[in-house]
Each structure stands twice: as structure tokens, then as C-alpha cells.
């Protein structure tokens, strides 16, 4: 990324802001701001956050190091950001019920419907093209731009931030006053000086953010897996676990995640901001195929061609069917006792690959052990209502 002309005087950067902000919202953009590139601040939390192994499996973190906070040598010639936020929550979403129904699925919110990074990317891509057409009625002045959603080594919350769209809350997640958190963000890196948004005055270590004092989201957490605040252990995380790792999940973490099988968002759901959140008009965002009130063994019953064939266009699908089988077993291992449960899990035995397998015979132990506890109840009922019989039928002074 080269520019030759950036410091053009018939280039009116003040002018070209306002024009940002106009194609931004035409685009469908919730709101954008501009930021420069420096996140310097951040090495440090990083490089901590990198050598507590907090990263799991997710070998990309590390091998980008601190480049992550250093937008300019993942792009050179990058001097500015234009940080974009979408707003996703769907009209409809059931969540908060989804998660007391132990036979149901519950799926994030952001993968009910239709994946974002596309659909952000390519929109990004028409607001870089009509800043290029702008230049280019300048005499030819080059501008140059890269846009970027959840796809580059770079810290795009912190970023975001720093651009005015909110503040990192204790969750890691960015948190604005008006929009709660149910929201992506994307950005464009660009070569050429536009007027910055705000000024990052933001200091965890020595002022509040709008915070305060709650704690809601690491309390709720189900694995504890906001270690502090602000930083999260993704070996702890449901998230981490049921999208990214393809590894076994851990025995103890099983029994915690419920019927989580993609993502997880208890503390979104909890946070106080999010009454404020607002419901996404994109129709790529609402809920597709029931996916916000499926059961579990519903989705148990595809197979991998029918798993591919009805997950074509979302999220959910790159995590693969393995992953998605053993996230499912997971959840009817955790579902109440039925026995239409242990058939499905005995009848996935005999094609499910090793490490499904294992995963399947964990949950038939936990159906086999709370039908034996449901058994024992039901006989302790019975002959506590044999006793009562009893004591009715003897004579006063028996």
C-alpha cells in the first residue's frame, strides 16, 4: 500500500469524512468511526495474554505475535482505520428460553442466520471503491485501502475503540452505550490522513470505563473463563471449545456447557447494556432452518451431506461435522433422561469417528446414570406413597 498524492492540498479531508459517513450509513453500516493505527499500549496485555498459553490450540495467535498490534506491518503504507459496526441480534431470537430447555439447541446468536464475514467484507470492499472514485476525480490522486472482518491479525476491538464505536468491556467484547454488544465490527485500512474520530482517553488502570463496578459477566460465565477482567482463558471457554478446537472437549468442562453446542453467550445475555442493543433490519441475520428452536436430537439425525446442504451460506458450517456431532453428544449427555436419547447415541456409535465416539459413549454414561438416579426417585415416591396408604388404612391406635 503506496501513496504518492496523500498530502494533495485539493484533497479536503474534513469534507471527505462527512462523505464517509454518508456512504457508510447507505452501505447499512450501524455506525463507523476513524481512528490512527497506534495500539502500542496493547503489546504488552498481549504479549502476557500469549504467554499464559491463553490462546489455546489457536497456533495463529502466536504466530502473528505483536503484529496484531501493529496495523502497519500487516499493511503497509496503513496510517488510518475506518472501524464499521453491524448490528446482528435477530427480531426473534429465543435464547434466554432456548437455555432452560435441556432438550433443545442452543446456537449463538451471531450464527443463526447467514455468515457476516462475506457480507461485511463485500460492503467494505464498495466503501473503499467509492473513496478510490473520489481520488480519482481529484486528478488521478491514488488512494489505497484493505478491508478486513474477523480475517487479519490485527486487534480490532481495541481498535474499534480507539475509533469511538465503544469501550472493551470486562468480557473482552466491545460494548457500546447505545447498541449493548450484539453487534460485528470490520474495518479498512487506508494510506491517507483523514481527522481521526476521538481520542483514546480510555485507561483500565487508572479510570472506569462504563463498566463501573458490575461484574455480571464473570460471575455468569458457566467455566469461568474470564480469568480477570478483560481477559478471557480460551481453554475455559465454551465458544473456544464447540467453534475453534477440534480437539476432544475437556471432561470437566462437559457437564458445564449444557446444550451450548455452538458459541455461547451468557455474558452478553446478562450484561445491563444490552438493553440498549438493537435489532438488526438485515435479513441475512435472522434465524434460518429453526435453528433458534431446534432439539437436539433433531439435528443429531443429519448426516454430513444433509449437515452441508442445510448449513450452506452460514458460519456454522466451517467448524465441520465432526465437531458438530461431538458438540451435539456433549448436549444430549447433559439433556434430562430419554430414551430415545440412548438410541440415537447407540445408533451414531457404529459410523461416528474415534473422537465422537468417545464423546457419544461419555454422554450414554451420563443418560445411563440419570436414569438409574430417576429410577431410584420414582421407587422412593412409590413407597413413600405405599407408607401413606398404609398409615391411612390402620386404625387410629395401631
Known amino acids: 500500500m503506496t501513496n504518492t498524492t496523500a498530502n494533495s492540498p485539493a484533497i479536503n479531508y474534513p469534507e471527505l469524512v462527512e462523505k464517509i459517513k454518508c456512504w457508510g450509513k447507505e452501505l447499512g453500516f450501524s455506525q463507523l468511526g476513524i481512528t490512527d493505527i497506534d495500539l502500542s499500549k496493547h503489546e504488552k496485555a498481549l504479549e502476557q495474554w500469549l504467554a499464559n498459553n491463553y490462546h489455546g490450540n489457536m497456533d495463529y495467535m502466536a504466530r502473528h505475535g505483536l503484529m496484531r498490534a501493529r496495523p502497519a506491518e500487516l499493511e503497509t503504507g496503513t496510517i488510518r482505520a475506518i472501524s464499521v459496526r453491524l448490528d446482528y441480534l435477530p427480531t426473534q431470537a429465543k435464547c434466554a428460553r432456548i437455555l432452560k430447555l435441556k432438550d433443545h439447541a442452543y446456537i449463538s446468536r451471531y450464527a443463526l442466520g447467514r455468515d457476516y464475514h462475506k457480507l461485511m467484507r ?6 473503499g471503491k ?5 481520488f480519482e476525480n481529484l486528478e488521478g490522486d491514488d488512494f489505497n485501502f484493505r ?11 481495541p481498535l474499534a475503540e480507539k475509533a469511538g464505536l465503544g469501550w472493551v468491556g470486562k468480557h473482552s467484547l466491545l460494548l457500546n452505550k447505545e447498541a ?8 479498512l485500512l487506508i494510506d491517507i490522513p483523514l481527522p481521526v474520530s476521538t481520542i483514546e482517553t480510555t485507561d483500565k488502570s487508572t479510570t472506569s470505563n462504563d463498566c463501573g463496578s458490575c461484574v455480571a459477566c464473570i460471575k455468569i460465565c458457566p467455566t469461568k473463563a474470564i480469568v480477570e477482567p478483560y481477559v478471557v482463558d480460551a481453554r475455559r471457554c465454551i465458544s473456544y471449545f464447540t467453534i475453534e478446537s ?3 472437549i475437556p471432561l470437566e468442562l462437559r457437564p458445564l456447557m ?7 453467550d451468557d455474558c452478553q445475555l446478562i450484561c445491563p447494556w444490552n438493553k440498549y442493543a438493537k435489532l438488526s433490519l438485515e435479513s441475512d441475520f435472522q434465524a434460518r432452518h429453526q435453528l433458534d428452536e431446534i432439539t437436539l436430537l433433531e439435528l443429531f439425525s443429519w448426516d454430513e451431506t444433509y449437515f452441508l446442504e442445510s448449513l450452506q451460506g452460514s458460519p ?16 444430549l449427555g447433559n439433556a434430562s433422561f430419554d430414551a430415545n436419547i440412548i438410541t440415537a447415541l447407540e445408533a451414531k456409535l457404529t459410523t461416528a469417528s474415534t473422537m465422537v465416539a468417545e464423546h457419544i459413549q461419555w454422554a450414554l454414561s451420563q443418560q445411563n446414570e440419570r436414569k438409574l438416579v430417576d429410577s431410584k426417585n420414582a421407587n422412593t415416591r412409590l413407597n413413600a406413597r405405599l407408607i401413606r396408604s398404609i398409615e391411612k388404612g390402620l386404625p387410629r391406635d395401631a
Open 180 to 187: 449493548g454488544s450484539w453487534f460485528f465490527i470490520g474495518e
Open 130 to 134: 467509492k473513496i478510490t472514485t473520489y
Open 246 to 248: 477440534p480437539d476432544p
Open 258 to 264: 449444557g446444550n451450548r453446542i455452538y458459541g455461547c
Open 316 to 331: 456454522i458450517r466451517r467448524i465441520g461435522f465432526q465437531s458438530w456431532q461431538r458438540n451435539i453428544a456433549v448436549a
Open 122 to 127: 463485500k460492503r467494505l470492499q464498495q466503501l
Open 147 to 157: 478491508p478486513f472482518v474477523d480475517s487479519a491479525p490485527i486487534l480490532e476491538r
